[in-house]
C-alpha cells in the first residue's frame, strides 16, 4: 500500500515536470532559430556595406589615379610649363652612402669655421 501510494505521488509529480521540459525544449528551439534568422540578416547587411566600401574604394582609387596622371598634372601647370619626360642619357644617379655616425664630441676646428 505504501508503494502504491509513492509511485502514484512520484508519477502525479513527474508527468508536469517532463511536460514543462518539453515545453522549455520547444521554446528554446524556437529562440535558437530565431537568433540564427536574426545573425544572417545581420550578416547580409554587413555583407552589403562590405561591396558598397570596396566599390568606394575602387572609385576612389580611380580618381587618385587619374588626377595623377601626367595629363592631370600637365592640366594644372597650365600652358607657360612645358612638361616632357627626361632623357635617360641626361640623367645624372646619385648614389647615397650608408648612415653616417654621429658625433658626440665638438671640433673645435668646426666651430672656428663660420
Request: glycine share 6%; charged share 30%; hydrophobic share 45%.
Amino acid at each position: 500500500m505504501i508503494i502504491t501510494r509513492s509511485r502514484n505521488l512520484l508519477a502525479f509529480l513527474l508527468k508536469p515536470l517532463f511536460i514543462v521540459l518539453i515545453l522549455l525544449g520547444v521554446f528554446s528551439i524556437i529562440w535558437v532559430r530565431s537568433k540564427v534568422v536574426t545573425l544572417e540578416y545581420n550578416l547580409g547587411d554587413l555583407e552589403k556595406k562590405k561591396v558598397e566600401s570596396l566599390k568606394k574604394s575602387k572609385m576612389l582609387h580611380a580618381e587618385k589615379v587619374s588626377l595623377l596622371s601626367f595629363k592631370g598634372i600637365e592640366g594644372s601647370l597650365g600652358k607657360d610649363y612645358d612638361f616632357v619626360f627626361p632623357d635617360r642619357v641626361r640623367v645624372v644617379y646619385l648614389k647615397k652612402k650608408g648612415p653616417m655616425p654621429y658625433k658626440a664630441s665638438l671640433d673645435r676646428e668646426r666651430l672656428a669655421e663660420p
